[in-house]
Structures are given as structure tokens and as C-alpha cells.
């Protein structure tokens, strides 16, 4: 069984470019989160997805940052206009439907993506 | 809003040996759910327990083990027989039984494992 994949593992962007990172969840999970880490920090909730529809953003910066989690293909965090403070490792989790649709409370992580702003 | 806080930036332990790592949280719910995740170098987060709040016995994974503590708001790692494969990062987390669904977390221990 495949894990959650994320990719790429590592991304170098220039100031004022955008980043697209991507989350392919566990084959039959339908719930989706984004963490960000900054260096000697713990993980940050950013983004709560399911299919087409963002649940919870309240960990989103307001700005430049969105989310998507299509019907068909993966989970898309995009980070337009980078700037060096968005340089971090992006963790994305997933967690299966439980009963009656409700999710249940394990998440399990991908590898992240680190990201390089020059 | 909830916070979680492990006041041990670093442990250190003799293989085989037994160490408890801290973690306090704060919170007024009462339906939560407490985690520990360990990240080694690969930077790859894995879930090493998990505790429903709503149960009084605690979690055991093998040679982990936690002693949690409701009233004091006390979820502490216990890992016996210390192995080198064990050095790693270990963040505690929370989770809302009900409301938000992100993970909140600690800012992790960095368990160093003597040989």
C-alpha cells in the first residue's frame, strides 16, 4: 500500500516566482490536511480539504496561499510571489472516511516538501 | 485555542535504558484526541501513539507508552529499552474531538540515544 506521496521532495524558487506543491493522499482517503514547518519548529495546521471543498483554512496566511483538492489528481498547495519567509517544510496528511462519512482522528503524513526561497 | 508544550528542547539516554518525555496541553474540551509522532532524519513524520481522552487506560504501542493525565493535563512518552534507531524528533499533538480538525503541536524533544 502506497503511503501519502508528495512532490517534489525539494523545490528552489526565486523571490517573486510561484511554488506548486502536490499531495496525492492514501488510495482511499478522502480528507487532506497542509502543515507547514519552519526551521526548529513544530508542524503548523495550514489547510483542512476534502474532495472539492476546503473545510477549515483558519492556518492559512491570507495572502498569496491557496489550497485545492480536486475530484480527480492530487492536492495542490500554491504559494504565489514567494518570499524567503516561506521557506519551510510543507507536510501534507490524509486520514480515511469513518462511519456515516465522518473522518476519523489518525492522520498519516507524507515525506513534506522543502522549500528553498533564494 | 488549544496549545501543547514539551519544555524539553533535548533528552539524552543510554541505549536500553528507559526515558519519559513531557508533554502538558491546555484545552477546555473535554472529547480530544493526544498523539506522538516521531521524525527522524528523513524528516518523515510517523505516528508512534495515539489516546482518546474519553478512555482512562493508557495507550501501549510495544515499547512505548504514555501516562496520561486528564486532570492535570499531563501526556507523557514513555520509551523502554531504548534503541539507537529511536533518536529522533518526538512532537506531541492534539487534536479536537469535535470542532477544528488540524493537529496542533508542540515544538518537539530531540531524543539523543547514547550507545
Known amino acids: 500500500n502506497a503511503g501519502v506521496m508528495q512532490n517534489p521532495r525539494h523545490l528552489v524558487r526565486r523571490r517573486g516566482q510561484e511554488a506548486r506543491l502536490r499531495c496525492s493522499p492514501v488510495?482511499?482517503?478522502?480528507?487532506v490536511y497542509w502543515y507547514r514547518q519552519l526551521p526548529e519548529e513544530g508542524l503548523k495546521f495550514m489547510v483542512y480539504?476534502?474532495?472539492?471543498?476546503?473545510?477549515?483554512e483558519s492556518g492559512m496566511p491570507k495572502e498569496r496561499f491557496s489550497a485545492e483538492f480536486p475530484k480527480e489528481g492530487p492536492s495542490i498547495l500554491r504559494i504565489q510571489q514567494v518570499v524567503r519567509g516561506d521557506s519551510a517544510a510543507y507536510f501534507c496528511a490524509s486520514s480515511p472516511r469513518g462511519p456515516a462519512g465522518v473522518r476519523t482522528d489518525t492522520q498519516y503524513f507524507g515525506p513534506g516538501t522543502r522549500l528553498t526561497v533564494l | 485555542a488549544q496549545t501543547v508544550t514539551q519544555s524539553q528542547p533535548e533528552m539524552s539516554v543510554q541505549e536500553a535504558e528507559t526515558v519519559t518525555l513531557s508533554c502538558t496541553y491546555d484545552?477546555?474540551?473535554?472529547?480530544?484526541?493526544l498523539f506522538w509522532y516521531k521524525q527522524p532524519p528523513s524528516r518523515q513524520m510517523i505516528l508512534v501513539i495515539r489516546?482518546?481522552?474519553?478512555?482512562?487506560q493508557n495507550a501501549t504501542e510495544n515499547r512505548f507508552s504514555v501516562n496520561f493525565q486528564k486532570a492535570a493535563k499531563s501526556f507523557s512518552l514513555k520509551i523502554s529499552d531504548s534503541q539507537l534507531g529511536d533518536a529522533a524528533m518526538y512532537f506531541c499533538a492534539y487534536r479536537s474531538g469535535g470542532g477544528a480538525d488540524g493537529l496542533t503541536f508542540g515544538k518537539g524533544t530531540h531524543l539523543i540515544i547514547q550507545p
Open positions: 489516546q482518546e481522552a474519553y478512555k482512562q
Open positions: 480539504l476534502q474532495k472539492e471543498n476546503i473545510i477549515d
Open positions: 484545552t477546555s474540551e473535554s472529547d480530544y484526541y
Open positions: 488510495k482511499g482517503h478522502s480528507h
